[in-house]
Structures are given as C-alpha cells and as structure tokens.
C-alpha cells in the first residue's frame, strides 16, 4: 500500500506525463502537414525527451507504464502484470 506521499508524488507525476504526451502527439499532428518547420521540430524533440525521461523515472518509481520502458523499473522480474494500474486505483474499478 502507498503512502499518502507516494501517492500524491505518483499522481503529479502521471499528470505530468499525461501533459506532455498531449505535447507531443498534438505537435505530431501539426508537423504532418508543416514537415519544415524547425521551431515545431525543436519543440517534438525537447518534449519526446521529456517524456521518455518521465516514463524511465515513473517505471523506477512506481512500475512500468508502456511496454518500453518496462525494462527502467530495476526489477528482477517483469512486473507489467504485478502492478496496480493508474485507473484501478483512483478509477474506481476496484
């Protein structure tokens, strides 16, 4: 069971993450049809980054979110399955 801490700590987190995947994905809509703009392509670059930054640091944390950065959680065993999800517990499928 987590701490009220950790919890708070996992919820900035997956906020954060959720935020800057939007980033990315809305930035890859824009580049499909301005494939030369370089501001647009620095801004994919600096939050693609970021998010697979976020992704390595919730695995080690608090277990891996998407099949690649499942190998970041420093563990001895593939715990994809072993782990609570985000939405089994504040999602209500409990």
Request: glycine fraction near 4%; charge should be negative.
């Amino acid at each position: 069971m987590m701490s009220s801490s950790q919890s708070s700590n996992r919820r900035k987190m997956m906020q954060e993450i959720n935020e800057t995947s939007f980033a990315v994905n809305d930035i890859l809509l824009y580049l499909d049809t301005h494939p030369c703009d370089e501001k647009a392509m620095e801004f994919y670059r600096k939050n693609a980054s970021r998010r697979n930054e976020l992704l390595c640091r919730y695995a080690r944390e608090f277990g891996p979110l998407t099949i690649d950065s499942a190998v970041d959680s420093c563990s001895d065993t593939f715990q994809w399955a072993q782990q609570p999800f985000p939405w089994e517990e504040e999602g209500g499928c409990r």
